[in-house]
């Protein structure tokens, strides 16, 4: 009996040394929140995303999403190549999408940003079908890259893009 007491607290003893380990106290999850705030206060927003990001990862509080949607949003404002622009405005879309899903009580004013955005990325609908079917589709442009099978139906940002065409037969055709 005294044996299977001290393996039980040594299990316990264990537990709680790993979540020691893995969940951040109060004072480091304080001082990571403040030094992500900083960094967007600082106009450095790309690494205050990438902070909130982490800050979310070790907490799983939801408002970090938040903070890294908008922390997007603002790298987005700062672009002056339309296609970059475009990708950070979809990476504020990608954590608004998170954020929602976890507080659904903002879900009307999340939403409502969203629509905002996905208006100013202004996506284009794209249909390929192939003569054979299920050719092998490899689709790339800026920061995306996508295999599929055809016929394929999917939404791209504007941009240019390469369509490599692959059939059965190993031929290979690329459409730019």
């Given amino acids: 009996m005294r044996g299977r007491w001290l393996e039980v607290t040594l299990f316990i003893g264990i537990i709680v040394a790993l979540g020691q380990m893995w969940v951040p106290s109060s004072a480091e999850a304080s001082l990571q929140k403040e030094s992500c705030r900083e960094l967007y206060r600082t106009s450095r927003f790309k690494r205050a995303a990438e902070c909130f990001v982490l800050f979310y990862r070790k907490t799983k509080k939801p ?7 908008q922390s997007y949003r603002r790298v987005a404002s700062f672009q002056t190549n339309v296609s970059e622009k475009r990708y950070w405005l979809e990476r ?7 954020y929602v899903r976890l507080v659904p009580a ?3 004013w999340t939403m409502l940003q969203i629509r905002k955005l996905l208006v100013q990325i202004g996506y284009s609908h794209l249909t390929l079908t192939t003569k054979p079917s299920a050719a092998s589709l490899d689709i790339q442009g ?18 240019a893009y390469t369509i490599r065409i692959r059939t059965s037969q190993q031929k290979e055709k690329v459409i730019k």
């Fill in 63 to 69: 408002q970090a999403l938040l903070n890294a949607a």
């Fill in 92 to 98: 504020a879309v990608v954590y608004f999408r998170r």
């Fill in 142 to 159: 800026y920061r995306f890259s996508r295999k599929a099978k055809s016929p394929y139906k999917g939404y791209l940002r504007p941009g």
């Fill in 106 to 108: 903002e879900k009307q």
